[in-house]
């Protein structure tokens, strides 16, 4: 999927020197940022994160709780 991104001129210049210091593209660097910030906010990254985070939404062994209610 395609979606267009404005940055500064700084900004890009810093961003295409921090890519070529690192041998890398801007797509790596973005997908790298933008991995990172969803981490940050305990989103998941991929499906598998996904499944796992909804697991853990469902308490399997909760039945103490249901008995005290």
């Known amino acids: 999927m395609r979606k ?3 940055f500064d001129d700084a900004t890009f210049s810093a ?3 921090l890519a070529s ?3 890398s593209s801007l797509q790596e660097l973005a ?3 933008f ?3 969803l981490k940050k906010h ?3 990254t991929n499906l598998k994160e996904a499944l796992k985070q909804s697991l853990r939404r469902i308490p399997a062994n ?3 709780k249901a008995k005290k209610a």
């Open 62 to 64: 909760d039945h103490a």
């Open 42 to 44: 305990g989103r998941p």
């Open 21 to 23: 210091d690192r041998t």
């Open 31 to 33: 997908d790298e940022a």
């Open 35 to 37: 991995s990172d910030l």
């Open 15 to 17: 961003l295409k020197l």
């Open 4 to 6: 267009i991104i404005e």
